[in-house]
């Protein structure tokens, strides 16, 4: 299986923890006060992923420098013998810009991830050394090392995978042990949806953010309703990025309204569309308002194409969730609103006929 290195070298981390941020601009600067919270409802203390768009990472080493590896896979890789602790998290980055970054402003290159779902497994060695040790300065030899492995993958609930270190043993039990903040309820609008909800976290929890009566009206309906709105939401995304004129996604869009599998390059690895989406010169390019503030647009025909990958998801509550934001971004902050509220009418009414997915959402 191959394996893309995005980084490897030495990082500095602070107050134990290097955080993974993602966003228009790599993410918020790090102050760190809401670490704790992302531990939330996790079984595990080493790799916190309750804030949508962000990771925090727990390492022995109170300060100063260790040894850090992230790879991007095509698939779950093996666990190797040498390491020591494994846990695996759901993550979605909420922008294109995808950051290590360490409290009190440390930074290191960017990590180039599509905006899709990622398992993500966090291995680490020598954690009781470097929690022994607690600093590490900037001519010595790092002490611990870690390594970050991310596949595409839906989202699914976080797992302890190994654990040897009694640094790792105190941080799992203490997030077992930790009662909800409040910060996950305010993530989703008000109060926790349920598990079913919880458990796909980002573009449900974006979504939301935007319009929490749809996301519960949502989940409320068939599968076959689910299904029927992924489809228009994929549409109404592609129409206004002006990807329905670019003849191999219009392909893919029909074929999903047929009830038919995604042709290629829909059918495999995700990064063979957005490749090709890439590389196509048909493709237009305009931008977009980014959907909560930011000093920077968005192309809209990326902001648009996570929603035709979405109609290959399993889940169909996860493939509407994740195409109605898309969606969302594409059309911008100005007419957003309008068609998710249109949605949350039909869906209040009758919900879309699986065999039409225009019924009760006209153009």
């Not at 727990?58 to 850090?68: A, K």
């Not at 990590?111 to 680490?124: F, G, I, K, N």
């Not at 909800?197 to 309703?225: C, V, Y």
Request: proline residues 10%.
């Amino acid at each position: 299986m191959s394996a893309l290195v995005l980084m490897s070298g030495r990082v500095w981390v602070a107050r134990s923890r290097v955080h993974v941020l993602s966003g228009s601009t790599g993410g918020p600067p790090v102050d760190d006060p809401a670490a704790p919270e992302s531990f939330d409802g996790q079984s595990n203390g080493l790799c916190g992923a309750g804030a949508a768009g962000r990771l925090v990472l727990v390492t022995g080493l109170r300060t100063g420098q260790v040894d850090f590896e992230a790879r991007l896979h095509d698939g779950p890789p093996p666990l190797g013998a040498e390491w020591e602790e494994a846990v695996e998290v759901s993550f979605r980055p909420t922008g294109p810009v995808v950051r290590l970054a360490t409290p009190g402003g440390g930074r290191s290159p960017e990590l180039h991830l599509p905006e899709t779902d990622y398992r993500v497994r966090y291995c680490a060695t020598g954690v009781d050394a470097g929690a022994e040790r607690d600093t590490v300065l900037a001519h010595e030899q790092p002490v611990d090392r870690y390594l970050l492995d991310l596949w595409p993958a839906p989202p699914e609930p976080d797992r302890v995978l190994r654990q040897r270190a009694a640094y790792s043993a105190r941080k799992h039990q203490r997030a077992r042990d930790q009662r909800p903040s409040g910060w996950e309820a305010r993530e989703w609008g008000g109060e926790l949806p349920g598990e079913r909800l919880r458990e796909l976290r980002g573009p449900a929890m974006a979504l939301a953010r935007l319009n929490r009566p749809l996301l519960d009206a949502l989940a409320e309906r068939t599968t076959g309703e689910q299904r029927a709105v992924a489809r228009w939401a994929a549409r109404q995304a592609c129409a206004v990025a002006g990807l329905t004129a670019v003849p191999w996604i219009a392909e893919a869009l029909a074929a999903a309204e047929r009830g038919m599998a995604l042709p290629a390059p829909f059918d495999g690895d995700q990064r063979r569309a957005w490749d090709r989406l890439y590389a196509d010169p048909a493709v237009p390019t305009t931008t977009v308002e980014c959907p909560f503030g930011g000093p920077d647009n968005r192309l809209r025909h990326e902001a648009a194409f996570p929603a035709v990958l979405a109609l290959a998801d399993p889940d169909p509550l996860g493939a509407a969730c994740e195409a109605l934001w898309a969606a969302a971004v594409a059309l911008g902050p100005h007419e957003r609103d309008g068609l998710l509220e249109r949605v949350r009418e039909a869906l209040s009414r009758t919900g879309p006929d699986p065999a039409d997915p225009n019924r009760g959402m006209t153009e």
